[in-house]
């Protein structure tokens, strides 16, 4: 089925489309596609985005350039393919990394002929008795967020015909924020002293498969990549740790003999970020006194979008 333009617009707002040019039908093909993968990459769950965005962009998108999709989308009388079901479920870090087995227990669903839950399903006059069902699903080691696992039948159910279930696993953050990849390397980030980065040694960091040693080169800069080999999903891929450094406080440095040679000025110093504070407390004061932003910004056409560069 055809999309009204009132639709095409809907979908090309949500994608960031210009909607004051005019496209062919293939122009605007190239131009969703180019503009979900920019919201893709915006919100891609795996990469810290928001997953509820990322199908609202995946689903303006099968709309402006899938006729099949938009035929499934928009029909009103069950079929097989639109019996299916999704059920998400939360699972820890730990289970997603490991891999686990999963009970889960629901009630099955029925729809009628118009596709809308029936929540007293009768079958030849006689009201179906609800019983509920439990299914045992794994979750394979090295899964990522949103990862699918399809059960068969065991999705909506219209009268003989029954769809499949599909589980959308949502993986919990790891507390200090490792993330899986999809080669089974894991990745993370590590705070180690400003001397360990410039003299070099051994440091101790935490894997899935507890604390290991590793090397830092003299001389590394900020960001450098240390791998720890084997610590990845199934021991197979690797553990990368971004190393940043911790820089000292004043107080620290100024009792640090080699930085006494530099010859700084530390009450200069002291002076001068006693001056910024003030600066910002006035400004600060400013935008008090002038009533604050009053109006809605995001009613103005401003979109935040990150910094730039």
Not at 144 to 149: C, L
Not at 158 to 174: C, I, S, T
Not at 225 to 245: K, W
Request: proline residues 5%; negative net charge.
């Amino acid at each position: 089925m055809d999309l009204t333009q009132e639709q095409k617009e809907k979908c090309m707002d949500e994608l960031g489309i210009d909607k004051s040019k005019s496209y062919t039908e293939e122009e605007l093909k190239k131009e969703s596609k180019k503009a979900f993968r920019k919201k893709a990459k915006e919100h891609h769950p795996d990469h810290g985005g928001d997953p509820e965005k990322f199908k609202r962009a995946m689903h303006a998108h099968l709309l402006l350039t899938d006729e099949s999709y938009r035929h499934k989308d928009h029909r009103s009388t069950p079929d097989k393919k639109n019996l299916n079901a999704v059920f998400n479920v939360v699972i820890d870090f730990d289970q997603a990394f490991f891999g686990d087995s999963l009970v889960l227990t629901f009630n099955p669903l029925y729809v009628n002929e118009e596709g809308h839950a029936e929540t007293e399903p009768e079958r030849n006059g006689n009201k179906v008795t609800i019983v509920a069902e439990i299914i045992t699903i794994r979750v394979r080691p090295g899964t990522m967020m949103g990862d699918i696992v399809i059960v068969s039948k065991r999705g909506l159910c219209h009268k003989k015909e029954r769809g499949d279930m599909k589980v959308a696993l949502q993986v919990k953050p790891h507390p200090k924020g490792f993330r899986i990849s999809q080669n089974g390397d894991v990745h993370a980030q590590e705070t180690i002293p400003l001397a360990a980065l410039l003299t070099g040694g051994d440091i101790t960091v935490p894997t899935m498969w507890g604390e290991r040693t590793v090397r830092v080169p003299a001389g590394s800069t900020p960001g450098t990549i240390l791998q720890v080999r084997g610590c990845g999903v199934n021991r197979v891929g690797h553990h990368n740790v971004e190393v940043n450094p911790e820089y000292p406080d004043k107080e620290e440095l100024k009792k640090n003999p080699t930085w006494g040679k530099l010859g700084i000025n530390w009450k200069q110093e002291e002076k001068l970020d006693e001056q910024r504070d003030r600066e910002q407390e006035e400004l600060e004061a400013l935008f008090q006194n002038l009533g604050g932003y009053q109006g809605n910004f995001w009613d103005q056409g401003h979109t935040f979008t990150g910094r730039e560069g």
